[in-house]
T-cell receptor
Framework: DPKIIQKPKYLVAVTGSEKILICEQY?????MYWYRQSAKKPLEFMFS???????DNQTASSRFQPQSSKKNHLDLQITALKPDDSATYFC?????????????FGAGTRLSVL | GEQVEQRPPHLSVREGDSAVIICTYT??????FFWYKQEPGAGLQLLMK?????EINEGQGFTVLLNKKDKQLSLNLTAAHPGDSAVYFC???????????FGRGTRLQVYA
């Protein structure tokens, strides 16, 4: 059974709309992350959270807002969607937020913005 | 910042042959390295993690080599089988906690 659940698996949105990507992990981890994989770039780090607090943000746009309602949840809200936002978004987690920990990834949400 | 080049982007081998994927990184201070496997519709599955103090790591059916002098990491699948068909990514831990710098991936196809 997958331990990191991302919903939905596929998402189609129109330009200008807003969507929320869901991520839940059942590994008992304290740190969670978002990564993005687009057609033009390799997997890119976006955000890291530890105990529901933002630790690092490498995303230039404020249109991307993580939301953590529980320690094992880290959703990603994207507003004013653009076609360039089309990508697969991966959620990941690690035991703790430190340099030694290994990241485990979910299956991703493939977002297409028309 | 760290940059990772991965080659080849596509690789097709016959069942039983070996397959080699190579990643070259730029930051000499990098110290943790990972190989992930992504099957269609699935997430990234961790294959192996390598620390800079270890040069050779063996898994089930594959070997990972780390050459710190040349800043190169390689994945060698020995006797590939169709179940190995997937996209393989190398990743390097940067100085930013939780941030991995990924290669672009290698799509491996193993045919019978």
């Amino acid at each position: 059974d997958p331990k990191i659940i991302q919903k939905p698996k596929y998402l189609v949105a129109v330009t200008g709309s807003e969507k929320i990507l869901i991520c839940e992990q059942y590994l008992g981890h304290n740190a969670m992350y978002w990564y993005r994989q687009s057609a033009k770039k390799p997997l890119e780090f976006m955000f890291s959270y530890s105990y529901q607090k933002l630790m690092d943000n490498q995303t230039a746009s404020s249109r991307f807002q993580p939301q953590s309602s529980k320690k094992n949840h880290l959703d990603l809200q994207i507003t004013a969607l653009k076609p360039d936002d089309s990508a697969t978004y991966f959620c990941a987690s690690s035991q703790d937020h430190n340099k030694k920990n290994t990241l485990y990834f979910g299956a991703g949400t493939r977002l297409s913005v028309l | 910042g760290e940059q990772v080049e991965q080659r080849p982007p596509h690789l097709s081998v016959r069942e039983g042959d070996s397959a080699v994927i190579i990643c070259t990184y730029t930051d000499p201070n990098s110290y943790y390295f990972f190989w992930y496997k992504q099957e269609p519709g699935a997430g990234l599955q961790l294959l192996m993690k390598v620390f800079s103090s270890t040069e050779i790591n063996e898994g089930q059916g594959f070997t990972v080599l780390l050459n710190k002098k040349d800043k190169q990491l390689s994945l060698n699948l020995t006797a590939a089988h169709p179940g190995d068909s997937a996209v393989y990514f190398c990743a390097v831990k940067t100085q930013v906690v939780g941030q991995l710098t990924f290669g672009r991936g290698t799509r491996l196809q193993v045919y019978a």
